[in-house]
């Protein structure tokens, strides 16, 4: 991804400029995907994207809060073990 080529393109279509975050992108999709999860791309992009956009002061701990989870097993409104 550091030496752009198509894929990097595409991220930076949808506002993904860091390799590193099209890195954490493709890892985290296929995870989702191998277990049959959404991949659920326009949070993940949000994500990055708001990373980016923070203030320099802001608390990084209250972002982290907002990242999309990987867990896909839990059904909405089921207890979470």
Known sequence: ???GGPL???FNSL???HP???SSIV???YWLRMHDC???LDEQ???YQAWWDRPEDSDMNDLLDTKPSLDCTA??????L
């Open 1 to 3: 991804m550091w030496g």
């Open 8 to 10: 990097a393109e595409h």
């Open 15 to 17: 506002g993904i400029h």
């Open 20 to 22: 590193d975050d099209m």
């Open 27 to 29: 890892l985290e999709s």
């Open 38 to 40: 959404p991949i659920r």
């Open 45 to 47: 992009v949000a994500y």
């Open 75 to 80: 059904q909405p409104g089921a207890d979470a």
